[in-house]
């Protein structure tokens, strides 16, 4: 679908560049943040035709709504509002890393015709519309998981992403995608977070860090709260890709602790060989 | 010093930009390379003056020379030429990231009169002559360590890497160094490699992974053969420094286990803070 009124909650860098970009493409966008400044400011860069003074507004006046808070934000703009969307034949999806608590939300609720679940999957360690950009999401993956009988939901939501942000759509099952998100996207994150943990614990002043130790800790300055609530949410997959992870690190210690060349050298290879493949 | 002819063994990046540079800079620069054509792009580009066809060639003609092979190949050389370097007169130097081991073998070989080692903190995952850029090392921070009684030694490399590199040279003991680099350098890439580690193991195919998950293994698409050498070399301090990397994982670990928000956020804000402070 193309929505005459698209409607985003919250406007930091993926609700922003959501805005953003349809607003480019001619859809009539209304905005709505906790944080009134930014809406203020969006409004002003022609990300935003209209800033909503409440939730409830917005929710009344647009026929596609965006949940882009943090995670359980989310959780919660759904459960409180997805009745009042479905009543008025309007259409909700959200932009959430994680989708089998929002999916087993809307199945709870009933909201199967006018909910499904989005993960464009791009983003950015800062935080706020700052960080938004009309092209952040141009070309993205998307993953679209629908609600058990959401089809058409699911096909409508998909068709949005497409026909505006000429997003590459990718259907998923949600527990599908949670595995898989646990492996590309939150265990990178949690593995930055303790690498720049144990340096932070270490460090003095005068060390010099060079451009691998700033890459490999980049993802842990991003928003404290979001990765508390998505490491949360998606924590048995997380625990599992965690424990995967633990286990490559003890190799690499036995082949250390036992001054075993080949074996390192060989542990070393099946990394590089797979991180060459994706250049 | 300003070397009348600087010899430069090994022409991968590092080699090839401590030659390329010096050349520019006015200094007669020969270079050898096991891998012949790596020669002949070099002097072709005008990073060298000459090729030498041997390292015995090379050694007998320069007054400064730079170990820029692997890390073990420098030990090798330095066992092998050290004498021959210091009763013609000339110095010694080399580019390795662990710092103990050769110091150790000069202090063995009692070549504390003319060799001083040396780390420009610069690099690159990019292999070969390739990567070697003019300006790589340009400004770059090079620690410089002395062999026990071998200060003028040291004093005359530092000279050159200031005078010719416009280098910040920072004098450091080698355990000190070692100790350091552990975690600002040798960490980091063990962790980039058990992460490509494990998501090798997981991938399938049509699995998207984003710019995080990309910048988190980049390094563990480096020489495997020199990274083997690395760790092992040194070992002690790398596996000091993994198992306090384990342990922030371990933290992690039974926050989510836990089910712990303030846990996981306040472990979360660690390493937020220290890596937000490096930008």
Redesign the interface.
Known sequence: MRPDTLGVIGLGAIGGSVAWRAASAGVRVIGYSNVPREGVTAARLGALHDVATSVRQLVHAADLIVLAAPPGANLDLLARWGEVVAGRGALLTDVTSVKRPIIELATRHGLARCFAGSHP???T?VQGFAAARTDLLRGA?VYVTAVPDGEDAAREVADFWESVFEAQV?RLDAAVHDE?LA???H?????????????????RRG????P???????????S??M??DL??LN?AA??D?????????G???RA??D?D?DG??S??????????A??
């Open positions: 999957f791009a983003g360690h993956v990718v898989r492996r590309t996207s265990l990178p994150q949690a593995v930055a977070s303790a690498l720049a943990s144990a340096l932070a614990r270490q460090s060390v010099s860090f060079g691998g130790a700033r890459d490999m800790t980049r993802l842990a300055a991003g404290v709260d990765w508390r490491l949360l924590r997380v625990l890709a965690i424990e995967e992870f633990e286990c490559e690190v190799t690499l210690r250390l602790e001054g060349p390192l050298a542990w070393l290879a099946v990394g590089a060989r797979w991180r060459r994706m250049d």
